[in-house]
């Protein structure tokens, strides 16, 4: 088991890539606080992970929420002790509109949960995997953070700031063996992707410009990526942006 004797804390765990990486963490012998603002949501995925034989505890918290993220952590240190693992991955998609129709509501929102949460996530966690002697955080940005998409200016500018983000943190903690990578998936299929297209099936043309293979990847596919990073087989990785987007970006 790749991660036996770890602890994991996964936010957005109540759904998709995190709810799937919560369940791959648990299945590799990591105890896993998973978070979500959803509490009924991942109420169900620490449930699974317990009847599937794992050990996890449901930690309701917005993560944009200075007092949340610190009680996730503090609960978590309680319950299981410092984390070894901290996988930021709660994240919206929010509304998509052009600059000048973008609320300030709207954009000040996206930034709120998906790039003040990853920062205050780091914020509240470090101080525990110093005194540890070390740790991985994995942020989850996107492609987005480095290719425009129409009517995503707070998404685009929320992942480029996690990608920021975290090379700062690399920067800054390499010295205590702690990693801070960043992933960066292409289009997923998740509640989020769901969302997106609006409950309609993707359309074919649509995927073969999205992708190389033609088909968007399932959520497990990104967990397998942030298993890596979690991982000690990561040990010479830190500050990176990895993409794992089926080719979307190479052309
Ligand atoms: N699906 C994609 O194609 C795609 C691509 C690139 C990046 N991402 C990013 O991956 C991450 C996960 O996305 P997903 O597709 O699994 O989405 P999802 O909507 O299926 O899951 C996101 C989870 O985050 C939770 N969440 C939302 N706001 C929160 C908050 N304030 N505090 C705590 N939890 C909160 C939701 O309740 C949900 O359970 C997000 O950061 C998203 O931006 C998604």
Request: aromatic content about 6%; overall charge positive.
């Amino acid at each position: 088991m790749r991660l036996a004797n770890k602890i994991a804390v996964v936010t957005g765990a109540g759904s998709g890539m995190g709810k799937a990486a919560a369940m791959l963490f648990a299945r590799e012998g990591a105890r896993v606080a998973a978070a979500d603002i959803n509490e009924a949501q991942v109420k169900e995925t620490a449930a699974e992970i317990g009847a599937a034989g794992g050990h996890a505890i449901a930690i309701r918290a917005d993560v944009s929420k200075s007092e949340d993220a610190r009680r996730m952590i503090d609960e978590t240190v309680a319950k299981f002790g410092p984390p070894n693992i901290v996988y930021n991955n709660a994240g919206i998609e929010g509304d998509s509109n052009y600059v000048a129709n973008m609320t300030e509501e709207q954009f000040d929102r996206v930034i709120a949960i998906n790039l003040r949460g990853v920062f205050l996530g780091m914020k509240y966690a470090l101080p525990h995997m110093v005194k540890a002697g070390g740790g991985s955080i994995i942020n989850q940005a996107s492609i987005a953070g480095m290719v425009a998409i129409k009517g995503g200016a707070a998404y685009s500018a929320s992942k480029a700031g996690v990608i920021a983000l975290t090379r700062v943190a690399a920067l800054e903690y390499g010295r205590y063996n702690i990693r801070v990578n960043a992933i960066c998936p292409g289009a997923i299929e998740t509640p989020m992707a769901q969302r997106i297209r609006k409950g309609e099936p993707p359309k074919q043309h649509a995927l073969n410009r999205i992708s190389v293979f033609g088909r968007m990847a399932e959520a497990d596919e990104i967990a397998k990526v942030a298993l890596f990073l979690a991982s000690d087989d990561a040990s010479f990785a830190t500050g990176a942006p990895f993409v794992i987007d089926g080719g979307w970006t190479i052309s």
